[in-house]
């Protein structure tokens, strides 16, 4: 699917319209295009990235290739940007990337992705409602970049209440097999998560200090302030993961105090049954003279003497305090 739109002074003049227009506005100084391709099928790709623009095959064969890592490459009078959005699933506790592709030009924008995104209809959406936005495609570009950053701090926020749950679940005593394994979950998607933004950090510090011409020095300070967002957002992917180790180290901390109750009380037990093991051990040996066949009252002394040491073990133990 392909949206075309057309800017004049800063307002949106056309959208939608044929393509076969976009090269008659491309040749007016005083407009800029975007044209956007969601999930484009490979006719509409080769039309516009081959046909209309004529873009460098590499830089096609990178758009249309899925790229983990964000980059931004310099053509002759064009740049080629891979960026990724970011979301978090709290149903299976793991991050996913959408890449978007950016062609940015003089007096165009184009962008290519398979998923819908947020960014582009916020900053569609910005575009027809702040002229100021629309003046140039590189005003466009930063804001979807602007956009696409901004969606990281909700992502950020759900997953940092994972975190908080999985801590509460912890002090609380939940099942320890759980809390284990989603403990083990999101210490390895803190550290994707930082996989993710420290790249997207080294790429668009590119357009903050200024290295592209075509991007306006007017516009540098507000690349730079998208930078300082992303600084931020890496910051708070520390935290979470100094949380997390903080919540491991709790974790078996609570975990070593439960097994050392265990073997306190087994230990206990242990001692507590200890004089009556031995008087029965010792009493069960007679075979030849048990006292129940000479005295009457043979297993009863027993008991008596088994009840007698056994109570007078465990009021020992409480005295020094083990019980």
Known sequence: ??????FAEGKLIERDMDL???????????????LDLEDPTPEETRRVLEGIFQFHPLAIEDCTTFSPLPKVEVYDDYLFTVIHAVDFDRRDEQFRTSELNLFLGKNFLVTWHREPLKSIGAALDRCTKRAQV????????????????????????????????IETQVLE?????????RILQLKKEVLLLGQIIRPQLEVLTRFARGEFKIVRAQLVPYYRDICDHLVRYNEMAEQFRDSLNGTMQLYLSVSSNRTAEIVKVLTLITVITT?????????????????ELVHRWGYLSAIVITLISTLLT????RRR???
């Open 134 to 165: 629309a003046r140039g495609s590189d005003r466009v570009a930063h804001s979807i970049l602007d956009a696409l950053v901004d969606n990281y701090l909700p992502v950020l926020h759900e997953f940092g209440d994972n975190v908080n749950e």
């Open 20 to 34: 076969e227009t976009i090269p008659i506005f491309l040749k007016d100084e005083g407009v800029h295009v975007w």
């Open 314 to 317: 465990i009021i020992y133990l």
């Open 1 to 6: 699917m392909v949206h075309a739109f057309v």
């Open 173 to 181: 005593g939940g099942a320890r097999e759980l809390a284990m394994g």
């Open 321 to 323: 305090g083990w019980m």
């Open 275 to 291: 004089p009556s093991m031995v008087i029965a051990s010792w009493y069960g040996m007679n075979f030849q003279n048990m006292p």
